[in-house]
């Protein structure tokens, strides 16, 4: 109960500028956005992506941005996709969500945007996914993927395990041989929309893993649940060797994930970097009740502490 009304106001948050600027001034929060976001310049991605790859992962790249409402600054993003395509290896692996390309500006913005950026990602044979954002944006976005691969794009989506209509998307992907990344779920939904709660979602993740791993086109199984990772396993094996990947997100489990890929299972790291990471923390803060206990406990020791000695949360002592 406290949990699920802690992950709501995370999530309420990480739509809420005043949250963001209040987040963003504490000291507290750079190390903890350390531990989920790469950095913020492409390099740094970069300098991670070598890491990763030397024991043994792969990596996607997430170039942090959402809920983009400056139809110029979409532009810009389409230009600095064409910088780090370019600095990326050959075959890498991006994602990016079509509301960082206009999705609340208009449609025919995101079409131009991601027919640029599938042009430019086949010039280095990179692979694209569009990330799956809140359910109300999903039809547009089947429709704009849709008429991507119409255009010779080849864009993948995530399924969203916990939403109702979840085993119709996931069909529609099989159905127009589209690739699948299939994920419980990190938004907030309404009850008619989602199931809620651990097991109710875990159960319709695995009631889905059979159709995406017998029939779908190079399956991914991002999730860190153990359960769902052993079931994985099981009936990939049932389908007889069929290739899937597990994908993580960074910093989550990385000893785990490298003890997947000892045991022969390709494990994908969900790489972010960029200046806008507030959202993307906020809902991983949002996914594990001791993040934000970690989180709150050291603002609050430290608001304890401003107030014990006199000082502000800069610490200087001066009023602001
Ligand atoms: P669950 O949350 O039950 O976690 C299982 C275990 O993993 C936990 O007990 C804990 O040990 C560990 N863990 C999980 N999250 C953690 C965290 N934040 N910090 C520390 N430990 C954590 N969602 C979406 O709506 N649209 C999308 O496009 C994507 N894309 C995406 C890509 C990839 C590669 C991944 C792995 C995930 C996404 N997600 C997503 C997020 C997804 O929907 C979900 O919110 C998270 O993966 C957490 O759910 P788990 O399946 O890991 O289970």
Partial sequence: MVDSALRQAFITASRSPQAEKIVRSSPLTKPLVQRFVAGEAFMAARAAADRLTANGLRVTYDHLGEAMTDEAAVREMVQLYRGYFAAAPRGSHFSLKLSQLGLTIRESLVRESLDAICTQAAEHDHHLRVDMEESATIDATLRLVEEAHGRGGDPGIVVQAMLRR???????????????????????????????????????????????????????????????????????????????????????????????????????????????????????????????????????????????????????????
């Fill in 166 to 320: 979840a085993p119709e998307l996931l069909q529609w992907a099989i159905d127009h041989d589209v690739r699948v990344r299939l994920v419980k779920g990190a938004y907030q939904e309404p009850e008619s929309v989602a199931y809620t709660g651990r097991e109710p979602i875990r159960h319709a993740y695995l009631a889905l893993l059979g159709p995406l791993l017998a029939k779908s086109r190079a399956p991914a199984v991002a999730t860190h649940d153990d359960v769902l990772l052993a079931a994985a396993a099981q009936i990939a094996g049932q389908f007889g060797n069929r290739s899937y990947e597990v994908q993580f997100l960074y910093g989550v489990r990385e000893d785990f994930a490298r003890q997947l890929v000892r045991d022969g299972t390709p494990v994908r790291i969900y790489t972010p970097f960029g200046t806008a990471w507030y959202p993307y923390f906020m809902r991983r803060l949002a996914e594990r009740p001791q993040n934000v206990g970690f989180f709150l406990r050291q603002v609050l020791d430290r608001a304890a502490s401003a107030a014990t000695t006199g000082r502000n949360s800069d610490g200087n002592g001066s009023a602001k």
